[in-house]
């Protein structure tokens, strides 16, 4: 099955500061890949996905992550946090067994 | 309004009891799935079904049980088996619960065991 790891755990940036969040999983065969957002008290939910074609792939918010599949890679990038990205993030990853795993997910603190 | 609910939002139980959590999905979604987060450790999968009637383990089962006997609901029973029930639970559903699926989430429900 497939693994993946989030290298930070706790990240803290002044508002307009730029934002990659680590991700690398372990997986010999085909990816989906995903990041999800978890907003202070709100449900989890869906900031982007790849599955296939350009590995720049853009989401909400501003939001974009990069696939580099010779690094298992799937950073996540904002060229200027604001504070309403305060957030925990989940990197995740489902190979073509249909086993979906999270990160242990990173929490995202902007200062004002 | 389209959505996952959840109830209830915090739950509270004796050892040793078994005890039932709510998930309900109006989003005619076929596959639904179960969450445990704890901090530190990300989401880990503890039940999901792709059809109704129908439902697979996922890595952390034990001491869990599900039903799939209506498409729109997915309970979880956390038995008094589980050694360590107290925990954030989530409930998500997925169009079809294809690899590329986005899966949706609830609200979750915090379980406090004492």
């Known amino acids: 099955a497939q693994s993946v790891s989030q290298h930070n755990h706790h990240v803290i940036l002044s508002e307009a500061a730029s934002l990659e969040l680590g991700c690398n999983y372990s997986y010999g065969g085909t990816v989906n890949l995903f990041w999800y957002v978890q907003y202070p008290g709100q449900h989890l939910q869906l900031l982007l996905k790849y599955f296939s074609g350009d590995p720049l792939v853009k989401g909400i918010k501003g939001f974009e992550a990069e696939f580099i599949k010779s690094k298992f890679s799937f950073n996540l990038r904002k060229p200027s946090v604001q504070w309403s990205d305060t957030a925990e993030y989940f990197c995740?990853?489902?190979?073509?067994?249909?086993?979906?795993?999270f990160g242990a997910g990173t929490r995202l603190t902007v200062k004002p | 309004d389209g959505g996952i609910t959840q109830s209830p939002k915090y739950l509270f139980r004796k050892e040793g009891q078994n005890v039932t959590l709510s998930c309900e999905q109006n989003l005619n979604h076929d596959a639904m799935y179960w969450y445990r987060q704890d901090p530190g450790q990300g989401l880990r999968l503890i039940y999901y079904s792709q059809i109704v009637n129908d439902f697979q383990k996922g890595d952390i089962a034990e001491g869990y049980s599900v039903s799939r006997e209506k498409k729109e609901s997915f309970p979880l029973t956390v038995t008094s088996a589980q050694k360590n029930p107290t925990a954030f639970y989530l409930c998500?559903?997925?169009?079809?619960?294809?690899?590329?699926?986005?899966?949706?989430f609830g609200p979750g429900t915090r379980l406090t065991v004492t």
């Open positions: 995740a990853v489902n190979g073509d067994n249909n086993d979906m795993r």
């Open positions: 998500a559903s997925s169009i079809v619960g294809g690899a590329m699926d986005e899966q949706y």
